[in-house]
Nanobody
Framework: QVQLVESGGGLVQAGGSLRLSCAAS????????MGWFRQAPGKDREFVST???????SYADSVKGRFTISRDNPKNTVYLQMNSLKPEDTAVYYC?????????????????WGQGTQVTVSS
């Protein structure tokens, strides 16, 4: 069983930055792929970024060049650094963990999910 707890969300003005953290329990963290997804009101959950067990990354086109995903295996934590935030980035951001170690962009590839953290970007 893996438990994921997100933190770091909040209210920020457009152009600002936030860093999300996701603390994971479980001994298999270092072998799992980790991902960030988001869901805006009235919209489907969408892929944001993923990082494989070995550090390979992938990003949605909408965040490429602005967001950076990283992981600290000794701390069982994955991060999402979000810069140059836009109002359209407003959403609940979810952390997810996949037994499949390779980076995954599809939500169904993930086995565990956090409760989410709200990010609101004002214009």
């Amino acid at each position: 069983q893996v438990q994921l707890v997100e933190s770091g969300g909040g209210l920020v003005q457009a152009g600002g930055s936030l860093r999300l953290s996701c603390a994971a329990s479980g001994r298999t963290f270092s072998r799992n792929a980790m991902g960030w997804f988001r869901q805006a009101p009235g919209k489907d959950r969408e892929f944001v970024s993923t990082i494989s067990w070995s550090g390979g990354t992938s990003y949605a086109d909408s965040v490429k060049g602005r967001f950076t995903i990283s992981r600290d295996n000794p701390k069982n934590t994955v991060y999402l650094q979000m810069n140059s935030l836009k109002p359209e980035d407003t959403a609940v951001y979810y952390c997810a963990s996949a037994f499949l170690g390779s980076a995954a962009v599809v939500a169904s590839s993930y086995n565990y999910w956090g409760q989410g953290t709200q990010v609101t970007v004002s214009s």
